[in-house]
């Protein structure tokens, strides 16, 4: 199966039950022809945590809700959906700042969204991210 930048529909209605972020993330890849959801959940953004769970230079991988956060050396904050752009699999693995994918071993940067090691071939989706009152708030690119 070629590599594609967007998860398939069947990918994104089978982990949208347990991950309301990666459907936010995919939502935007569905063109109107392939039943594209519009429902408010699908656009609304999820509260992570306590932002301190986020270290300077580090990142965390929330697994309940396939999003990965970095905070870069100053203090800001990016966020990626971890659904792996080559077959859309959850990744569930974080060594330091590096996702690993379990499916075909597909390795990405968590503070780019870019690939460092294939099968895949397109950067992690990103997702807008803020840290409101103390807490880290993810969800659809504007």
């Given at each position: 199966m070629p590599a594609r930048s967007c998860a398939s529909r069947r990918t994104v209605l089978r982990g949208a039950a347990a991950a309301p972020v990666a459907g936010l993330a995919l939502a935007a890849c569905s063109s109107p022809d392939e039943g594209g959801s519009s429902s408010s959940a699908a656009l609304e953004s999820?509260?992570?945590?306590?932002?301190?769970?986020?270290?300077?230079?580090?990142?965390?991988?929330?697994?309940?809700?396939?999003?990965?956060?970095?905070?870069?050396?100053?203090?800001?904050?990016?966020?990626?959906?971890?659904?792996?752009?080559?077959?859309?699999?959850?990744?569930?693995?974080?060594?330091?700042?590096?996702?690993?994918?379990?499916?075909?071993?597909?390795?990405?940067?968590a503070v780019t969204g870019k690939v460092v090691a294939a099968p895949a071939t397109e950067p992690l989706t990103e997702l807008a991210v803020k840290a409101d009152d103390g807490r880290i708030v993810a969800g659809p690119a504007n």
């Open positions: 999820v509260d992570l945590g306590k932002e301190s769970e986020v270290a300077k230079g580090g990142a965390k991988l929330y697994r309940d809700h396939n999003v990965v956060v970095s905070r870069d050396q100053d203090g800001g904050l990016k966020a990626y959906s971890t659904i792996c752009t080559h077959a859309g699999c959850p990744i569930n693995k974080l060594e330091g700042t590096t996702l690993i994918c379990p499916c075909h071993g597909s390795r990405f940067d």
